[in-house]
């Protein structure tokens, strides 16, 4: 699993009170990692602003930062940690809705959102933890999901098992 390390590289944190996602906290705090391709994106009904904590503690808004809440369906490639027999699992994230107003690009201060773009048939390295519907997040949260989700790239399907 060391040359994965090698494939991505792990963001450093921009916002006041972000934690540090190493991959060595990354793999303490999973349940499940996988190598795993998306193969169904379902946008539900709720859509608002990000709530995020300040370094105090407090419920903080991203005003100008809208999210609508996904359900992606995952087809497992190969299982690194957790149940060795998941061939399939349902990632429940957030996405980026558009600003309001159209506003400015998104900054890294910004919440780090996820999507999945089925056309790409791209793979990724999840670190995820189980939540009690069954459901899978990532392990850095709804509101900084990259840092837990990373492209692994064509090259693994050199490698894929036979599941």
Same mark, same amino acid.
């Given at each position: ?6 494939? =991505?590289?792990?963001? @450093?944190? @921009? *916002? ?19 190598? @795993? ?5 379902? !946008?539900? #009904? ?7 904590? $300040? ?6 808004? =991203?005003?100008?930062?809208?999210? &609508?809440? !996904? ?15 998941? #061939?399939? =699992? ?17 900054? $890294?201060?910004?919440?780090?959102? !996820? @999507?999945? $773009?089925? &056309?790409? &048939?791209?793979?990724?390295?999840? =670190?995820?933890? *189980?939540? #009690? ?10 509101? $900084?999901?990259?840092?837990?989700? &990373? ?11 036979? *599941?």
């Amino acid at each position: 699993m060391c040359f994965l390390l090698g494939v =991505f590289g792990l963001e @450093a944190p @921009a *916002r006041v009170g972000m934690t540090d996602w190493t991959y060595d906290l990354l793999k303490a705090k999973a349940t499940l990692i996988v190598i @795993a391709t998306p193969t169904k994106v379902t !946008v539900l #009904n709720e859509q608002g602003n990000i709530p995020w904590l $300040d370094e105090s503690g407090q419920v903080q808004t =991203f005003s100008n930062v809208m999210r &609508k809440e !996904v359900e992606t369906t995952f087809s497992v490639l190969t299982v690194l940690k957790g149940e060795q027999t998941t #061939n399939t =699992f349902v990632l429940h994230s957030f996405e980026y809705a558009p600003r309001p107003g159209g506003g400015p690009v998104y900054t $890294d201060s910004d919440p780090h959102l !996820v @999507a999945f $773009d089925l &056309k790409e &048939k791209k793979s990724y390295l999840l =670190f995820l933890r *189980r939540q #009690n519907d069954g459901r899978y997040i990532p392990v850095s949260g709804h509101y $900084d999901a990259s840092f837990a989700i &990373k492209e692994v790239g064509e090259s693994f399907w050199l490698f894929r098992s036979n *599941r």
